[in-house]
């Protein structure tokens, strides 16, 4: 893996209503006595990408006190439009040399940590030796209700990611979702992330859509099935408080 040509970007400007707090990005939130975009910035950091971009919005100085001292560049979301507005902003500050981005989640990619650390660091070999445009990792949940659903065609191939919200009956019994990690190689989101389109029910721009544009595109993609990969988007106190079981766990 080169991982010098690697960057990461972490979404963590978002409001996380449902954490209840009207001070603190929910990302700041403590698990196992320490905020959670630390745990993601260390694993980083093990990874030993090339640059590590942080996308800050509400709350931001909760994010930066919490990262204080370590070594990452901040990307301002002013307007929360969604994980694929998050990303535009976030290319915004990418160094020179950088021809791959990981984009995680600030909340769940706590959990790619431990002994999960190994399936990222495989995602982006895979990416890296395919010279792939778009790679992402998707697991199963016995659960899923709330999470974006893979999308296969009749030979098994990933073609989408549909949101729960925009989802029909027969999508929402899919067991295979998205966790949020993804690896992009810049030249793809230079030449195509600008085609995301608002969604007419969120109003936001979803990075999921990407899968849809790489495919529509004959851009080479891959999505790697992780299994029953121990995960939990963290979203409300509760969900907080599994996910501190789970890292105990890896």
């Not at 791959?100 to 002994?115: I, R, S, T």
């Not at 409300?236 to 766990?249: G, I, K, V």
Request: hydrophobic share 40%; glycine share 8%; charged share 25%.
């Amino acid at each position: 893996m080169e991982s010098s040509k690697v960057g990461a970007i972490i979404l963590a400007g978002g409001r996380g209503k449902r954490m209840q707090s009207t001070t603190i990005n929910k990302t700041a939130s403590l698990l196992d006595n320490k905020p959670m975009i630390t745990h993601i910035v260390e694993f980083m950091q093990k990874l030993d990408v090339g640059q590590i971009i942080v996308v800050v919005g509400f709350a931001r100085d909760s994010v930066e006190r919490a990262l204080d001292g370590f070594d990452v560049t901040y990307a301002e979301q002013t307007e929360q439009l969604g994980t694929g507005h998050a990303v535009e902003v976030a290319m915004k500050s990418l160094q020179p040399g950088i021809e791959d981005v990981l984009v995680v989640y600030g909340d769940d990619a706590v959990l790619y940590n431990g002994k999960n650390s190994q399936i990222v660091a495989d995602l982006i070999e895979k990416h890296q030796s395919s010279k792939n445009a778009l790679t992402f990792l998707t697991i199963e949940q016995e659960n899923p209700f709330g999470l974006g659903r893979i999308v296969r065609d009749e030979n098994g191939e990933a073609v989408g990611i549909v949101e729960e919200k925009n989802a029909t009956d027969e999508q929402r019994k899919i067991t295979e979702i998205n966790p949020g990690c993804f690896v992009f190689s810049v030249e793809f989101l230079e030449k195509y992330l600008q085609n995301v389109e608002k969604n007419e029910l969120s109003g936001e721009y979803y990075l999921t859509d990407l899968v849809d544009i790489a495919r529509t595109n004959q851009q080479p993609m891959s999505a790697v099935n992780g299994g029953k990969l121990l995960w939990r988007g963290v979203n409300t106190p509760e969900e907080l408080t599994q996910a501190e079981n789970l890292l105990s766990q890896i």
